[in-house]
């Protein structure tokens, strides 16, 4: 079975510091990838995804994630964090083949805390 | 587009009462899910439809029917509420994954808790 693992589960930055949020999934054949964000009080918003082409994906907000076929990775980063970055970031997969249902798996989530 | 709304935003049932969340999505979207978040677990899906008349169970179905009779509406019935389904619950609707990946776009939420 699929499944998506978020190593970091708490991450608190002070402005302007460099993001980097670790996401493995388990699945051997071709992935459609995902990172979403919530911000408090809200429901999620897509940042980025990826599902074919340059494995690095450029997102809204001056996030980018890379596709790592090898490390089963998509990692997401962002070079210099603001306090309005301050949020809940989920990672997500979904495995494509033949008839692919959508479902999508998430990982844990990883709350991010940037400090002024 | 209004987009994906779900009613109502809160509710408060008692152990044992039946209720049902109403999902509705203006996007002509063939894939509609239902999920649910609870702290440090993420997002879990509940069932999920591939179009109107086919639904299939997710990774916590237990407690929980849905039936999808249109495109538009996807409504999630707890059966007989106990405490363990108190959560937030989130419906999406997505294009075929074909279309560009997939992505769902999800609604505001149903924040339930059952006493």
């Known amino acids: 079975a699929q499944s998506v693992s978020q190593h970091n589960h708490h991450v608190i930055l002070s402005e302007a510091a460099s993001l980097e949020l670790g996401c493995n999934y388990s699945?051997?054949?071709?992935?459609?990838l995902f990172w979403y964000v919530q911000y408090p009080g809200q429901h999620l918003q897509l940042l980025l995804k990826y599902f074919s082409g340059d494995p690095l994906v450029k997102g809204i907000k001056g996030f980018e994630a890379e596709f790592i076929k090898s490390k089963f990775s998509f990692n997401l980063r962002k070079p210099s964090v603001q306090w309005s970055d301050t949020a809940e970031y989920f990672c997500?997969?979904?495995?494509?083949?033949?008839?692919?249902?959508?479902?999508?798996?998430f990982g844990t989530g990883t709350l991010l805390a940037v400090q002024p | 587009n209004a987009g994906v709304t779900q009613t109502p935003k809160f509710q408060v049932l008692k152990t044992g009462q039946s209720m049902t969340l109403q999902c509705a999505q203006d996007?002509?979207?063939?894939?509609m899910s239902w999920y649910r978040q609870d702290p440090g677990m993420g997002l879990r899906l509940i069932h999920y439809s591939v179009g109107a008349g086919i639904t299939d169970q997710g990774e916590v179905p237990n407690g929980y029917n849905v039936s999808r009779s249109t495109t538009e509406d996807f409504p999630l019935r707890l059966l007989s509420a106990a405490p363990s389904q108190t959560s937030v619950y989130f419906c999406a609707s997505s294009a075929s994954p074909g279309q560009g990946g997939g992505e769902q776009y999800f609604g505001p939420g149903t924040r339930l808790t059952v006493t």
């Open positions: 996007m002509n979207h063939e894939y």
């Open positions: 699945y051997g054949g071709t992935v459609n």
């Open positions: 997500a997969v979904n495995a494509v083949r033949g008839g692919a249902t959508n479902k999508l798996i």
